[in-house]
């Protein structure tokens, strides 16, 4: 069963009476602004945006929330930023903080759209929103006066559920300083249902630097924010939360989920929400080297693999399993091959767990009409284009041995321009070629019985009536056999003449692409 499914059924098992009122199920995701955001975040956005769509799908209600988290502490600089002049930051909430790029109110709009506009890209669109309006809204204060009234129960829950030890006079709560603006230097030192008092003190945490600042303020209306676990808890109730899942690290025992639900029932007596967890997505398992491109980041991913591409990526593999993309080696022509056989499956008429990936691995908009065309392989895609000598259009014509729709040639059109920013970007040596001009030096090398086989093939060669893919396979194999060669030391020779590499495409397809004349010059120039 697809898992988006499976997760789906949980949710109408455990809210049924929500959706029998015609109230929404509210799904949540919510991201911290603090730089840009990385590829892992995109594991995220599928879990909530699938199962909002598979609910949406089946006709229920479906309110799918997304959360930039702007008022988080900067608690640490990225590393493309200037460290000096982004250091006084540390311990400010983000939406305070300068943008290190012209044109957006603050830091955390940077980044928190750049977020939302790749999220959309990819038809995971959801209703954003930003932390600050819920705290200005007063819809956390009560979780904040909870939370003050009852702390103690707080540290119960955070030395049983995971086991570490706060100060009895904690308050999981930071003002922000009236004085400074500072965020995590502050520390509240008293409470009287109305009131807190603060202090603001570089002794509070090792990375922040306070004022010196004493103040008494109401903590309510985005005065102050709570500290994460804390915080999660109160955005469930203050959303009426039905699913919010999170990251795998999260879900460990004594994890932040575990604590989150603990203060959601015991502090704010509010029953959590239904969640599970998603798995890491890497990408491979090197360091880029920073002239190439960086998939790292999820705006990255969404120009390196078309939108419904992409979502297949994050679709195929359950969601509690790990996801690993190597953009360098073959991941990108494999994953266009896998859309490729699901294509196959459902337009031939099969109903099974990927039809069901392939339905949802397009966007919304497009469901009701995916149009059946001609899907040429990429890795060939990727060949021809670096073949300026060759017209795409008529090679996948011949491909397909009928003549191109418009939408075979949209297609065509779209894997031509994915594949060449895959070969600029990404792509290893081993997919990069050129058709040499002259003999290659790198030929030079033949051995006598290779030059033999390159004869006998040239032969049989100029008896073929048309340089027929299927035709020219068949004539390599009956000269491996005749000449005793293995099939490696044949290929090799091959690719060795045209290419200059020692291996290239499949022999048949990629000769049938070329001029007959060419073709045999070429071999008879080496024997
Ligand atoms: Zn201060």
Not at 88 to 102: D, F, Q, T
Not at 212 to 235: M, T, V, Y
């Amino acid at each position: 069963m697809f898992w988006a499914d499976k997760i789906a059924d949980e949710v109408v098992r455990k809210y049924q009476h929500v959706i029998d009122t015609g109230e929404p199920i509210i799904v949540r995701d919510e991201k911290t602004a603090s730089g840009q955001v990385h590829v892992g975040s995109l594991r995220s956005a599928a879990l909530h945006a699938i199962v909002a769509d598979v609910l949406n799908d089946r006709g229920i209600k479906v309110k799918f929330l997304f959360e930039i988290n702007d008022f988080d502490p900067m608690d640490g600089i990225p590393g493309y930023l200037d460290e000096a002049e982004y250091k006084k930051y540390m311990g400010h909430p983000l939406y305070s903080i300068p943008s290190p790029v012209e044109g957006y109110e603050n830091f955390a709009e940077l980044y928190g759209q750049e977020y939302v506009e790749v999220v959309g890209r990819i038809g995971f669109g959801a209703e954003v929103y930003r932390a600050t309006e819920l705290y200005r809204s007063g819809r956390m204060n009560d979780a904040i006066r909870a939370v003050l009234d009852k702390k103690e129960i707080i540290h119960k829950i955070y030395k049983e559920v995971s086991g570490s030890e706060r100060a009895a006079d904690w308050y999981p709560l930071n003002v922000v300083c009236e004085n400074c603006g500072n965020l995590s230097a502050t520390r509240i030192t008293g409470w009287d249902g109305e009131m807190v008092d603060y202090t603001c003190s570089s002794d509070t945490i090792e990375w922040a630097e306070g004022c010196g600042h004493n103040g008494r303020i109401s903590p309510f209306d985005g005065n102050a924010s709570l500290p994460w676990k804390p915080e999660w808890a109160a955005k469930f109730m203050a959303n009426g939360v039905h699913f919010e899942g999170g990251g795998k690290d999260h879900y460990s025992k004594g994890g932040a989920r575990q604590v989150a639900e603990a203060i959601s029932r015991e502090v704010l007596e509010h029953q959590p929400p239904y969640g599970v967890f998603n798995e890491f997505f890497l990408v491979g398992g090197k360091k880029m080297s920073s002239s190439k491109g960086n998939a790292a980041t999820a705006k990255e991913m969404t120009e390196l693999l078309p939108p419904h591409i992409l979502r297949l990526l994050l679709l195929k593999t359950p969601i509690n399993r790990q996801l690993d993309f190597d953009p360098e080696g073959d991941a990108v022509p494999v994953l266009f091959d896998t859309y490729d056989r699901l294509a196959q499956k459902v337009w031939s008429g099969v109903e099974d767990d990927d039809s069901q990936v392939f339905r949802f691995a397009h966007l919304p908009e497009e469901r009701a009409n995916i149009p059946k065309r001609f899907l040429p392989r990429f890795s060939q895609i990727a060949f021809l284009v670096q073949m300026p000598h060759m017209d795409i259009y008529e090679e996948v014509e011949k491909m397909k041995e009928a003549p191109l729709t418009e939408e075979d040639r949209a297609e065509i059109d779209l894997r031509s321009e994915y594949a060449k920013r895959w070969l600029a970007q990404y792509a290893e040596d081993r997919f990069i070629f050129a058709l040499q001009e002259a003999v290659p030096e790198t030929a030079l090398v033949l051995t006598d019985d290779q030059k033999n086989a390159i004869k006998l093939f040239a032969d049989k060669l100029e008896s073929l009536e048309t340089m027929d893919g299927q035709a020219i396979h068949e004539l390599t194999h009956q000269v491996k056999e005749e000449s005793e060669l293995s099939p490696k030391e044949f290929f090799t020779a091959l690719y060795l003449l045209f290419l200059g590499k020692e291996s290239g495409p499949k022999v048949g397809w990629f000769m049938s692409t070329l001029d007959k004349d060419f073709v045999l010059e070429r071999l008879r120039g080496v024997v």
